[in-house]
């Protein structure tokens, strides 16, 4: 009787598995129109679509292919799972555009995703493009055996590591899989993958949407699929995936397949057209060739002539790379309200920050310079040469500056939940802050200060890294703010040294604070103690314990090394894994040692926080800690490193705000 119950349990399980195996979702577009049979359009979809056959080439399951002109030209893309061979990937590609054309029979644009593949098709260009629309998805009617929420936690942390890793991919293939153990000797099997062709940062964002959707669509059951045009995920109880194919580490990223050819005109036609767009282009490349090396020698030539020139036109020139970013001075003035004070948002050393509308509805923030600020006008500079050339979820964005007599206006992006402090120190409104909003918080600072460091296309120390200067969209995410004070520097630089110590008090590195030598690690040290504020609710200026009062560091520090690091945490943290708490506390102590070379790289960092099979090395005492009763570094000892000191209204720490002028390297 039991070999006949396992035999059937058996088979009951592969026919679900066979069964799940042959689901497939599509979407027929009505918005984009429909094309009549026989069409234009028409024959150019079929054209294309039985163009897959053809490509044999390997190509890691994705297809780019177009065919057409004008308003009849159409574009499809073709994905199969990172584990499908090319042949094994065509001929799904080629059974699923069967599929597609039959249930749609007549809309320009058309989506279908099988288990192993996605097919699309459309009369627009959607290369490179991020969509998270339409949106698909199902789940297993197996539930979670034992704990829903150490399953959900389990598979919370696999599949932002799968997100990691994914994204990290090029432009041939950004795909994941991984396995993790839930409770009740339960194993997840997941997968993430979006299309190659869009860039790292929109596969994060696309794989964190379809995350957020599982406990909407799949709490408590023990698989589910989320499936988008740019991306998708699933986890199953079983194991659903083969090898990943290997990528040819010397193989040049992929490029987009050529489209069937659009015309049959005769060998010798070819030949002869070939020898006419030769005639022409050699002499016009020549002559474009000739110009080309006479503007680079003008470009050249520029900047000797800048240097004979008085600073105010220097300081005019190193700008003029974003005058597509300038607005007019009225235009803004407008937006404001003249200046209003009622949109008036905040004050600072640097001048006052406005809330504004421009005529198309857009809400901004306008920063304004002090007139008579000289930090304000190296500020300006600052801001306007660095932020304009970043692009990161995780940052501020810059959307322009504008320039009038000694105006100087700063436009950025409107974050409506004002910034990190006003919500992690107030006692009530730091309950909007549950766990999961802080993580989330937590791992955003530190992907946008990798960006910073490594990933972008400079390579950035931002010195004033504190929770005044993290801002809160309206999901909360963050994005970190005021780069007047970042320093630049080149890709194989490991340090700077300057005499001018800026900053927050609290937040500064020891070598920095003490000697002005500031570093990637100085950026670390701060984002450690605004790891340890978020997790404890309290300022690293001082924390009363009856009549004495005691530094964050110090405090902290203190309940690690006696086995009471619940004290650490706020209190009001009463929904949040207490794993996960005391993973932060661990990785906000690694960030904040005395020692820079003790400290993690943001790399690191965020690999720390993805993945819980990484183990941690065990802390040292923090910096300026030596016993409990010793406080961090007085501001006195840093004044004479820094005769110019001055208090940002922004905060109630000590800041020094005065900027030196970014000296700039090409990456």
Same mark, same amino acid.
């Given at each position: =009787?039991?070999?006949?119950?396992?035999?059937?349990?058996?088979?009951?399980?592969?026919?679900?598995?066979?069964?799940?195996?042959?689901?497939?979702?599509?979407?027929?577009?009505?918005?984009?129109?429909?094309?009549?049979? +026989?069409?234009?359009?028409?024959?150019?979809?079929?054209? @294309?679509?039985?163009?897959?056959?053809?490509?044999?080439?390997?190509?890691?399951?994705? $297809?780019?292919?177009?065919?057409?002109?004008?308003?009849?030209?159409?574009?499809?893309?073709?994905?199969?799972?990172?584990?499908?061979?090319?042949?094994?990937?065509?001929?799904?590609?080629?059974?699923?555009?069967?599929?597609?054309?039959?249930?749609?029979?007549?809309?320009? /644009?058309?989506?279908?995703?099988?288990?192993?593949?996605?097919?699309?098709?459309?009369?627009?260009?959607?290369?490179?493009?991020?969509?998270?629309?339409?949106?698909?998805?199902?789940? $297993?009617?197996? +539930?979670?055996?034992?704990?829903?929420?150490?399953?959900?936690?389990?598979?919370? *942390?696999?599949?932002?590591?799968?997100?990691?890793?994914? %994204?990290?991919?090029?432009?041939? !293939?950004?795909?994941?899989?991984?396995?993790?153990?839930?409770?009740? #000797?339960?194993?997840?099997?997941?997968?993430?993958?979006?299309?190659?062709?869009?860039?790292?940062?929109?596969?994060?964002?696309?794989?964190?949407? %379809?995350?957020?959707?599982?406990?909407?669509?799949?709490?408590?059951?023990?698989?589910?699929?989320?499936?988008?045009?740019?991306?998708?995920?699933?986890?199953?109880?079983?194991?659903?995936?083969?090898?990943?194919?290997?990528?040819?580490?010397?193989?040049?990223?992929?490029?987009?397949?050529?489209?069937?050819?659009?015309?049959?005109? *005769? !060998?010798?036609?070819?030949?002869?057209?070939?020898?006419?767009?030769?005639?022409?282009?050699?002499?016009?490349?020549?002559?474009?060739?000739?110009?080309?090396?006479?503007?680079?020698?003008?470009?050249?030539?520029?900047?000797?002539?800048?240097?004979?020139?008085?600073?105010?036109?220097?300081?005019?020139?190193?700008?003029?790379?974003? /005058?597509?970013?300038?607005?007019?001075?009225?235009?803004?003035?407008?937006?404001?309200?003249?200046?209003?004070?009622?949109?008036?948002?905040?004050?600072?050393?640097?001048?006052?920050?406005?809330?504004?509308?421009?005529?198309?509805?857009?809400?901004?923030?306008?920063?304004?310079?002090?007139?008579?600020?000289?930090?304000?006008?190296?500020?300006?500079?600052?801001?306007?040469?660095?932020?304009?050339?970043?692009?990161?979820?995780?940052?501020?964005?810059?959307?322009?500056? &504008?320039?009038?007599?000694?105006?100087?206006? @700063?436009?950025?992006? #409107?974050?409506?939940?004002?910034?990190?402090?006003?919500?992690?120190?107030?006692?009530?409104?730091?309950?909007? @802050?549950?766990?999961?909003?802080?993580?989330?918080?937590?791992?955003?600072? %530190?992907?946008?200060?990798? $960006?910073?460091?490594?990933?972008?296309?400079?390579?950035?120390?931002?010195?004033?890294?504190?929770?005044?200067?993290?801002?809160?969209?309206?999901?909360?995410?963050?994005?970190? !703010?005021?780069?007047?004070?970042?320093?630049?520097?080149?890709?194989?630089?490991?340090?700077?040294?300057?005499?001018?110590?800026?900053?927050?008090?609290?937040? =500064?590195?020891?070598?920095?604070?003490?000697?002005?030598?500031?570093?990637?690690?100085?950026?670390? #040290?701060?984002?450690?103690?605004?790891?340890?504020?978020?997790?404890?609710?309290?300022?690293?200026?001082?924390?009363?314990?009856?009549?004495?009062?005691?530094?964050?560091?110090?405090?902290?520090?203190?309940?690690?090394?006696?086995?009471?690091?619940?004290?650490?945490?706020?209190?009001?943290?009463?929904?949040?894994?207490? +794993?996960?708490?005391?993973?932060?506390?661990?990785?906000?102590?690694?960030?904040?040692?005395?020692?820079?070379?003790?400290?993690?790289?943001?790399?690191?960092?965020?690999?720390?926080?993805?993945?819980?099979?990484?183990?941690?090395?065990?802390?040292?005492?923090?910096?300026?800690?030596?016993?409990?009763?010793?406080?961090?570094?007085?501001?006195?000892?840093?004044?004479?490193?820094?005769?110019?000191?001055?208090?940002?209204?922004?905060?109630?720490?000590? &800041?020094?705000?005065?900027?030196?002028?970014?000296?700039?390297?090409?990456?």
């Amino acid at each position: =009787m039991a070999v006949v119950s396992f035999w059937l349990l058996s088979f009951v399980l592969c026919l679900f598995m066979i069964i799940t195996s042959q689901a497939s979702a599509q979407t027929c577009d009505n918005s984009r129109g429909n094309y009549t049979i +026989n069409s234009t359009y028409h024959n150019n979809l079929n054209t @294309l679509l039985s163009s897959f056959s053809s490509h044999t080439e390997i190509n890691y399951g994705f $297809y780019n292919l177009s065919y057409g002109q004008g308003t009849d030209k159409v574009y499809a893309i073709g994905l199969c799972r990172g584990d499908l061979k090319p042949d094994e990937c065509l001929r799904i590609l080629n059974d699923t555009r069967v599929s597609l054309t039959k249930d749609c029979p007549n809309q320009k /644009e058309a989506i279908m995703w099988t288990v192993e593949c996605m097919l699309r098709y459309t009369n627009r260009s959607i290369l490179g493009v991020m969509e998270n629309q339409p949106t698909n998805h199902n789940y $297993y009617d197996k +539930n979670v055996t034992g704990s829903v929420n150490q399953f959900n936690d389990a598979l919370e *942390s696999l599949m932002r590591n799968l997100t990691r890793t994914a %994204a990290s991919g090029d432009s041939r !293939s950004k795909y994941a899989t991984a396995s993790a153990k839930a409770p009740n #000797f339960q194993t997840i099997y997941a997968q993430a993958q979006c299309t190659p062709d869009i860039s790292s940062e929109d596969c994060t964002k696309c794989l964190e949407e %379809a995350i957020s959707i599982i406990p909407e669509c799949c709490s408590g059951k023990a698989g589910g699929n989320v499936v988008k045009p740019s991306c998708r995920i699933r986890f199953d109880p079983y194991i659903f995936y083969g090898p990943t194919l290997k990528l040819d580490p010397d193989a040049p990223p992929t490029t987009p397949l050529q489209s069937p050819s659009t015309n049959n005109t *005769s !060998s010798q036609g070819k030949s002869n057209t070939s020898r006419t767009i030769i005639a022409i282009v050699v002499p016009v490349g020549s002559v474009v060739l000739v110009l080309s090396l006479f503007c680079i020698y003008l470009r050249l030539w520029k900047p000797r002539k800048k240097i004979e020139s008085k600073e105010e036109d220097k300081d005019e020139d190193e700008i003029t790379f974003a /005058e597509s970013l300038q607005f007019n001075f009225d235009t803004i003035r407008v937006a404001t309200n003249e200046f209003d004070d009622c949109n008036k948002l905040g004050q600072g050393g640097f001048g006052a920050v406005y809330k504004g509308q421009l005529s198309n509805g857009q809400v901004i923030a306008v920063k304004r310079l002090s007139r008579d600020s000289g930090q304000g006008d190296m500020e300006f500079e600052n801001e306007v040469l660095l932020v304009a050339k970043l692009q990161h979820r995780n940052l501020v964005r810059l959307l322009g500056f &504008s320039l009038e007599g000694r105006e100087r206006l @700063l436009v950025y992006e #409107f974050v409506p939940n004002k910034s990190l402090d006003y919500f992690i120190f107030d006692p009530i409104k730091k309950i909007q @802050l549950n766990w999961q909003k802080r993580y989330k918080i937590i791992g955003g600072i %530190a992907r946008g200060i990798l $960006y910073l460091h490594e990933d972008s296309r400079l390579r950035i120390i931002h010195r004033d890294l504190k929770a005044s200067n993290i801002l809160l969209d309206e999901q909360m995410h963050p994005k970190i !703010s005021d780069f007047g004070m970042a320093r630049l520097i080149r890709v194989d630089q490991t340090q700077g040294n300057t005499s001018r110590i800026v900053g927050t008090y609290g937040y =500064m590195a020891p070598e920095y604070a003490i000697y002005g030598q500031f570093s990637a690690k100085s950026d670390v #040290f701060s984002f450690g103690v605004l790891v340890l504020e978020i997790v404890s609710g309290q300022k690293n200026s001082g924390i009363r314990r009856g009549e004495n009062v005691e530094d964050l560091l110090t405090f902290v520090w203190r309940n690690w090394r006696e086995g009471t690091a619940t004290n650490i945490v706020d209190p009001t943290l009463n929904d949040g894994s207490r +794993n996960e708490i005391m993973r932060c506390i661990h990785i906000g102590l690694l960030c904040v040692q005395e020692n820079d070379a003790g400290r993690p790289t943001m790399t690191s960092v965020v690999l720390m926080l993805n993945s819980y099979s990484l183990s941690l090395p065990v802390p040292s005492e923090p910096a300026f800690v030596v016993d409990s009763r010793t406080r961090s570094l007085p501001s006195s000892e840093l004044t004479e490193h820094n005769s110019s000191q001055t208090r940002s209204s922004e905060s109630t720490q000590n &800041s020094v705000n005065e900027a030196s002028i970014t000296e700039l390297y090409p990456r």
